[in-house]
């Protein structure tokens, strides 16, 4: 059942950014979700993972709020770019993980580097060093809003 409401939630994506109703791009758009959900299934047989966080609420209010993270974070590098009096220092530090799910840290470690201004560049057991523009975003990281969104998504054992 769960494949088929990932096979209908590709198409319905698929439609949306496609637009195209000829038959030639319907039938290759067909071929490419199912081939996908056939993916998925034989990678889900192996780790159990990935499609329990596709339907999860949990998973989509946390895509929402990253997504407001992103408007948010965007606004302020263009302003920095812009605003010759508003700093841009660069800095490097390494933030501890509590993370254990290599799914959720991947996730974790992928939100960051989406997030304008910041950049994970190693991902440690229990660390990951991110690169940002300014040390404000590094301390915004380590206060560890994001990190709790995500602990929430973790497969409890």
Same mark, same amino acid.
């Given at each position: 059942?769960? #494949?088929?409401? *990932? ?14 109703? &000829?038959?030639?791009?319907?039938? *290759?758009?067909?071929?490419? %979700?199912?081939? /996908? ?8 047989? /192996? ?37 010759? &009096?508003?700093? %841009? ?8 993980? &509590? %993370? ?6 991947? %996730? #974790?470690?992928?939100?960051?580097? *989406? ?43």
């Amino acid at each position: 059942m769960k #494949y088929f409401i *990932l096979a209908g939630i590709l198409a319905l994506f698929w439609m949306l950014l496609s637009g195209h109703t &000829s038959i030639l791009l319907l039938t *290759l758009g067909l071929a490419s %979700i199912a081939l /996908v959900t056939w993916l998925v299934s034989r990678m889900d047989r /192996v780790d159990k993972g990935p499609i329990r966080m596709l339907l999860s609420v949990k998973f989509l209010s946390y895509l929402l709020w990253l997504i407001g993270q992103v408007i948010i974070t965007n606004i302020d590098v263009a302003r920095r770019i812009w605003n010759p &009096s508003l700093p %841009i220092k660069p800095a490097c530090r390494k933030i501890k993980v &509590s %993370i254990k799910d290599p799914l959720i840290k991947t %996730i #974790y470690a992928n939100s960051i580097t *989406l997030t304008p201004g910041t950049v994970t560049t190693e991902v440690g057991e229990d660390y990951f060093i991110v690169h940002a523009l300014n040390v404000e975003g590094l301390d915004e990281l380590e206060e560890g809003d994001m990190e709790r969104r995500l602990s929430r998504l973790e497969k409890k054992k």
